[in-house]
């Protein structure tokens, strides 16, 4: 949708918004699916299957990644990492300081809960993980590996958390709802031991190709680049960490042209596509609550989760094409698994520990490693007796849980024509500012959407027809009109 058609239609378009967020949302599944959808008012054609994520609305999850929260620091990572009296550990990629928000991040943290687990306990103890997810499922596999006793009690009637692999015969080849790429995070080996079981991947880097709303292709500039960097290097000489809204908005960064050049993208478009294109997608969230010290922009060598394969300087990204969920059925082989149980109060002194299921089973063990994710820490559903330290505590509060979405097309034939894996838009203020055209990858004529921060929760309250009437208008300049090899009439 263009920029001025979207300001001459916004007063119904935010009363709808208005009303919606005023409903209270009942919590479901990430995913849906509606394979066949009815009803789609765009030029796009309508697909033959979707499938959509509302990670905000799972309760089990409450968001996609942890981010750098405006005044949250690394080192409150490392304080969330820290044992409690030797009986409670933690794990999850919030957890991980140099890898957070990302499936390596999370099996690193796993490992180096089990690690020390290792180091507090004695072989043989009993030792519960909650959640099964990589970093749960990492700790379960070492630690029972190492002699341990271990159960893994998970919410969820499946394993895997974040990574959820979906393979099905409405698709041709499995689909990721949750991490689909494996990040150049360090010194990751998960693509190896992707390929050791046989799962492709393919290389996933580079910049995409950026469209204005009449489908013009166009090349970024560093416009946008360079205000943020203006706004990031005044941030690093005020006293306190700011926003990096409030970062641009005061170092004057912020202050660029809005009269169009030629090809109808003005410089002011530009940094909004370094924030929604770039920014939002490696954090999940909108930049007003994005930390400027400690910024996505310049760690995102470490943050990986991004957006799917924007080039962030941090190596060759891949993304997985044969099935992220293969390293956790591995990893689980052998380990006593209790699904569908969740987690809601956790009771430690020093001689042991007992949790409470929601169908009030109580179980016991030696020690537990908590891994499910700072979005659900935050809500407090599950209950510490007695309350974690203030350090936990502060941790939780301060770090930021954010919301990246997904939605699953498949068409018939492509509709576009470019070979472009990675596409983005700019001067527009569509809902999906990234996709992956998965043709040059598998192929097949799937795409994959992507939105963030504001916008995810916003569409995490609508139905399955207008989150994907939201992602067809997103597509309209990659629309390359009727496909070639439909028939015309006589
Ligand atoms: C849409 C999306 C895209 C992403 N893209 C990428 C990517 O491309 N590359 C990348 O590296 N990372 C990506 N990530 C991030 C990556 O998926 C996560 O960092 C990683 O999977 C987290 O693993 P974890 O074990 O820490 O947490 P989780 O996988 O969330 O595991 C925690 C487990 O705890 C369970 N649980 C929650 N509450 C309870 C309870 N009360 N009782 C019992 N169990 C409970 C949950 O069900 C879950 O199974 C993405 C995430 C999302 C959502």
Not at 10 to 39: H, I, N, Q
Not at 137 to 165: K, P, S
Request: net charge negative.
């Amino acid at each position: 949708m263009k920029r001025r058609t979207f300001l001459l239609g916004s007063v119904s378009g935010l009363s709808l918004v208005a009303l919606t967020a005023c409903v209270s949302p009942t919590p479901r599944p990430s995913a849906s699916v509606t394979p066949k959808p009815t009803s789609a008012p765009s030029l796009v054609p309508k697909p033959a299957a979707m499938r959509r994520t509302s990670w905000s609305a799972d309760p089990f999850a409450r968001g996609s990644f942890s981010f750098p929260a405006v005044g949250a620091t690394p080192e409150q990572r490392d304080a969330l990492s820290q044992p409690v009296d030797d009986r409670l550990f933690f794990a999850g990629e919030a957890t991980s300081t140099d890898a957070f928000g990302t499936v390596q991040g999370a099996r690193d943290s796993g490992q180096r809960a089990a690690r020390d687990v290792i180091a507090a306990a004695d072989v043989g103890e009993r030792i519960a993980v909650i959640g099964a997810g990589m970093a749960g499922l990492a700790a379960a596999r070492d630690l029972q590996d190492a002699g341990f006793d271990v159960f893994v009690v998970e919410a969820r009637n499946r394993i895997g958390g974040r990574i959820d692999t979906v393979t099905d015969t409405d698709w041709p080849f499995p689909i990721e709802l949750g991490a689909a790429v494996v990040r150049r995070t360090g010194d990751t080996t998960l693509d190896e031991d992707l390929t050791d079981r046989g799962v492709a991947t393919a290389p996933f880097s580079g910049v995409p190709e950026a469209r204005t709303a009449a489908g013009a292709v166009v090349e970024v500039p560093d416009t946008g680049a360079q205000a943020v960097a203006t706004a990031l290097a005044w941030a690093a000489e005020q006293p306190a960490d700011v926003s990096i809204a409030q970062a641009l908005a005061d170092s004057g960064a912020s202050k660029l042209s809005t009269t169009d050049a030629d090809i109808g993208v003005s410089d002011a478009d530009w940094l909004d596509y370094q924030i929604t294109v770039v920014l939002d997608p490696k954090t999940g969230a909108p930049v007003a609550e994005q930390s400027s010290w400690y910024s996505a922009a310049d760690t995102a060598a470490k943050n990986g989760a991004d957006d799917d394969g924007a080039d962030d300087g941090a190596g060759e990204d891949r993304i997985v094409l044969g099935g992220y969920a293969t390293l956790l059925e591995d990893l689980s082989d052998g380990i006593d698994v209790l699904g569908s149980s969740v987690v809601t109060r956790i009771a430690y002194s020093d001689s042991g520990t007992s949790l409470r299921l929601g169908n009030g089973e109580s179980l016991s063990a030696d020690r537990v490693i908590v891994t499910v994710p700072l979005g659900v820490l935050k809500t407090k559903v599950m209950e510490f007796d007695p309350p974690l330290p203030f350090a936990h505590r502060g941790a939780i509060a301060a770090l930021g849980m954010g919301t990246l979405d997904k939605i699953w097309l498949q068409f018939e034939e492509p509709f576009w024509d470019t070979d472009a894996p990675l596409w983005s838009t700019v001067g527009v203020v569509d809902d999906f500012r990234v996709w992956i055209n998965m043709v040059p990858l598998t192929g097949e004529p799937v795409l994959v959407g992507l939105v963030t921060a504001e916008a995810a929760l916003r569409l995490a309250e609508v139905d399955d027809d207008e989150f994907l009437a939201a992602a067809l208008t997103s597509l309209e300049p990659f629309y390359a009109g009727v496909p070639t090899s439909t028939p015309t009439p006589e």
